[in-house]
């Protein structure tokens, strides 16, 4: 009997180590959707990434010069500068 045991426990302990490969927490198809998540994450960092860094620039340049205040205001706000003339065409 008691040589019928031990390979009984082992086989269930087998079964059960398989079982928890294929479901469960830390199984096969859920770590590869925490690593699809993940790649999805560390797009949108590295896109927010950019637009912080497209955003310290400008702000480093506002503080630097008036080239980028003068180019802001003729753009944005259509200002011109004493004897030029602004001239807008629209589409």
């Given at each position: 009997?008691?040589?019928r045991l031990?390979?009984?426990i082992?086989?269930a302990?087998?079964?059960?180590?398989h079982?928890?490969l294929?479901?469960?927490?830390?199984?096969i198809?859920s770590?590869?959707?925490m690593?699809?998540?993940?790649d999805a994450q560390?797009?949108?960092?590295?896109q927010?990434?950019?637009i912080?860094?497209?955003?310290e620039?400008?702000?480093?340049?506002?503080k630097?010069?008036l080239?980028?205040?003068?180019?802001?205001?003729?753009?944005?706000?259509?200002m011109?500068?004493?004897?030029?003339?602004?001239?807008?065409?629209?589409?």
């Amino acid at each position: 009997m008691r040589n019928r045991l031990i390979p009984a426990i082992l086989i269930a302990l087998l079964l059960l180590f398989h079982a928890q490969l294929w479901i469960g927490r830390g199984s096969i198809p859920s770590v590869r959707e925490m690593q699809q998540r993940l790649d999805a994450q560390r797009a949108k960092n590295a896109q927010g990434q950019a637009i912080n860094d497209q955003l310290e620039a400008e702000v480093r340049d506002l503080k630097e010069g008036l080239e980028m205040v003068e180019e802001k205001a003729r753009s944005e706000l259509g200002m011109v500068k004493p004897n030029e003339i602004f001239v807008q065409i629209t589409k």
